[in-house]
């Protein structure tokens, strides 16, 4: 069990602990405008979704991590749960050409279609150009934007960095407590959290 722990670290680059996000990310500071075109061909700039609650989903199909939350399901149901309320939800793949977890536009939609995935759109953000703006560092790094453009959450899925999905019950999901305490109109009481999962494979 060791050697198989320490043979994922190697192939996948395990980045539980990491130093926090880019500075210029500040929670309680506007989140960094971007424009981007989705895999549907649609453009979307965050700008754009003023008023509405966002998140940020960064991703690769072939992580474990990302794995353990879309083969269990937990990942459509928190995508759905949010994209029913009104939030608006972006996968953002960075992943350079030639890396792990490449996908042209098409793979993608299928991917998405595969996986019954509840997310607004999937971004693929070869040049990392959006994932450096946000100091995006593992798959997944979630953040949530208020509807006012202000980050108030960046970090981990839930609190437990386990790869296997039974560890999923029982864990603390940051994210879907901070859309809870918008909703309320309460501050995001754990606002920054280390994001555990694969390397994002600039």
Request: proline content about 4%; aromatic content about 8%; overall charge negative.
């Amino acid at each position: 069990m060791k050697l198989y722990f320490l043979a994922l670290v190697a192939m996948f680059g395990l980045t539980a602990c990491l130093p926090k996000a880019n500075a210029a990310v500040e929670i309680g500071k506007p989140a960094p405008d971007f424009t981007a075109t989705d895999t549907k061909g649609v453009e979307h700039s965050l700008s754009d979704f003023k008023g509405k609650n966002v998140v940020l989903e960064w991703s690769n199909h072939e992580c474990p991590f990302v794995h353990k939350h879309y083969d269990s399901g937990n990942m459509q149901k928190l995508q759905k749960e949010a994209t029913d309320d009104g939030v608006i939800w972006l996968t953002i793949v960075s992943s350079a050409e030639g890396k792990q977890g490449n996908v042209t536009a098409e793979e993608a939609n299928k991917i998405m279609e595969e996986a019954g995935a509840h997310s607004t759109a999937r971004i693929l953000d070869v040049s990392g150009e959006i994932g450096h703006l946000y100091g995006a560092k593992t798959t997944p790094h979630m953040f949530v934007i208020d509807k006012e453009g202000t980050l108030v959450y960046e970090g981990a899925i839930d609190s437990d960095s386990s790869f296997k999905p039974s560890a999923i019950e029982g864990a603390t999901n940051y994210v879907h407590e901070a859309l809870k305490s918008l909703n309320a109109g309460k501050p995001v009481e754990v606002s920054s959290t280390k994001p555990y999962g694969c390397g994002v494979k600039y």
